[in-house]
T-cell receptor, first 114, second 114 residues
Framework: DAKTTQPTSMDCAEGRAANLPCNHS???????VYWYRQIHSQGPQYIIH???NNETNEMASLIITEDRKSSTLILPHATLRDTAVYYC???????????????FGTGTRLQVTL | GAVVSQHPSWVICKSGTSVKIECRSL??????MFWYRQFPKQSLMLMAT?????????EQGVEKDKFLINHASLTLSTLTVTSAHPEDSSFYIC??????????FGSGTRLTVV
């Protein structure tokens, strides 16, 4: 799976949009971009994933550049409860009915402040 | 949907004893489960991949005789830390996936060996 690079930490004011970047310059054509977050002392929580089109769900938006070498996770209105470590993970799809492993990098520690 | 229950949430055991951690998929069948370990202020490290009805696949450097994994049914995988020592104290997290989509993680187990 392709390696990802994320900033170590970021701050965001409550109510503002949090934009978390991720570089994955060695991504392959069959690899998806996944985002998870981990709130302190809890298991990771799935946020969103995409292949090449921008994606949006109730939690966030995922913007993937046209060359797919980088992406940005957007939390449109950050709250204090969004304070967590955010992981960008790139992995290939193993095929229907099988599951391939997720490899976590160091992630970005997002601190949302008042 | 897609709930993974992990038990216990925390455990303290004496050095030399064994500890069993359970991971259950509550509302879906998980052909594959993953076990991770996380030390303080570090990222999640994959320990092994557990496949229902077959032997687990361990990551390099993980002792399979020390960390016994059993995946006897489509809804239950167990991790047994045998002859635990203080250096095994960590946060253990399981995750489950069926098809290559978003994985669901358990809430984690905090193991302290004294």
């Amino acid at each position: 799976d392709a390696k990802t690079t994320q900033p170590t930490s970021m701050d965001c004011a409550e109510g503002r949009a949090a934009n978390l970047p991720c570089n994955h310059s060695t991504i392959s054509g069959n690899e998806y971009v996944y985002w998870y977050r981990q709130i302190h002392s809890q298991g990771p929580q799935y946020i969103i994933h995409g292949l090449k089109n921008n994606e949006t769900n109730e939690m966030a938006s995922l913007i993937i550049t046209e060359d797919r070498k980088s992406s940005t996770l957007i939390l449109p209105h950050a709250t204090l409860r969004d304070t967590a470590v955010y992981y960008c993970i790139v992995r290939a799809v193993a095929g229907t009915g099988t599951a391939s492993k997720l490899t976590f990098g160091t992630g970005t520690r997002l601190q949302v402040t008042l | 949907g897609a709930v993974v229950s992990q038990h216990p949430s925390w455990v303290i055991c004496k050095s030399g004893t064994s500890v069993k951690i359970e991971c259950r998929s509550l509302d879906f069948q998980a052909t594959t489960m993953f076990w991770y370990r996380q030390f303080p202020k570090q990222s999640l490290m994959l320990m092994a991949t557990s496949n229902e009805g077959s032997k687990a696949t361990y990551e390099q450097g993980v002792e399979k005789d020390k960390f016994l994994i059993n995946h006897a049914s489509l809804t239950l995988s167990t991790l047994t830390v045998t002859s635990a020592h203080p250096e095994d104290s960590s946060f253990y997290i399981c995750s489950a996936g069926v098809f290559d989509y978003g994985y669901t993680f358990g809430s984690g187990t905090r193991l302290t060996v004294v």
